[in-house]
DNA sequence: TCCGAGATTCACT
DNA sequence: GTGAATCTCGGAG
């Protein structure tokens, strides 16, 4: 249940993603992210993050220094990182810090508010490019899978959440104080609300402990 | 309910 | 040539 009314919430400013990325990580649990596309508004609630921190963790895309691939990932904070991996998926990143360190918060799971019928037909009717990984017709469930199991399967994980919003190669480098995509402002969760682990689906640095998720949301990726 | 494998592209080494 | 900040389905238990 989410008592927030979206409409009376203000976008962060830049001031915001200049930070640190631990901090950041932990303070845009409970936001609200806002995908405007074709005249429709799509928004979730942030529940899990993950802090990457550039040259200091070789989990970072930014590890090894600027590419063409991560090259958004070092432009001054409050841009969207984009990167498409495992052929086939795109996942979403909010850059962090000064222009060049390298830093972004990989945004894992979302809780849709607005826009839910979108996010249905973005996830599952545009089976066209990778039928394969879609082999049957997954908006059609099997009766035993309850309705509250299609509804948190909508954004529960980093390329879920992009393909629901319609976040891919062209939203890549998109500056998040416009009007395209951005983040409202939303109080900052209590510590007791706040979970800790490392992080998910990495071989390098998973010693560190920087995903951070909020304790009981459904759609906390796992 | 859990676990393993396959899917499929592309930047980087 | 390699392997990736993932997801899905099917088969086993």
């Known amino acids: 249940v989410t008592l927030i009314r979206t409409e009376n919430l203000k976008k962060l400013p830049r001031s915001f993603y200049l930070r640190p990325t631990i901090v950041i990580a932990r303070e845009l649990l409970g936001k609200h992210l ?61 850059v962090t810090g000064t222009e060049g360190i390298g830093e972004a918060v990989l945004i894992r799971a ?25 082999k049957s017709t997954n908006h059609h469930l099997p009766a035993h899978q309850s309705p509250t199991s299609q509804l948190t399967n909508l954004t529960n994980g980093p390329a879920k959440l992009c393909q629901a919003l319609g976040m891919e190669r062209k939203e890549n480098g998109v500056d998040l104080t416009g009007n395209e995509i951005y983040i409202l402002n939303a109080p900052t969760l209590p510590a007791s609300q706040i979970g800790t682990s490392e992080r998910i689906g990495i071989t390098k640095g998973k010693e560190k402990k920087w995903r951070f998720y909020i304790k009981g949301n459904a759609w906390v990726s796992r």
């Not at 979302?110 to 879609?134: K, T």
């Open 34 to 94: 806002v995908r405007t596309v074709k005249g429709a508004t799509l928004v979730g609630r942030i529940v899990e993050t993950e802090a990457y921190r550039g040259k200091l963790d070789p989990a970072s895309h930014a590890y090894r220094g600027r590419t063409l691939r991560n090259e958004v990932m070092f432009k001054e904070g409050g841009h969207l990182y984009v990167y498409f991996t495992y052929g086939m998926h795109f996942c979403s990143n909010v």
């Open 110 to 134: 979302l809780e849709p508010l607005e826009g839910i019928e979108l996010m249905a037909r973005n996830r599952f009717e545009d089976r066209a490019r990778h039928p394969s990984n879609h």
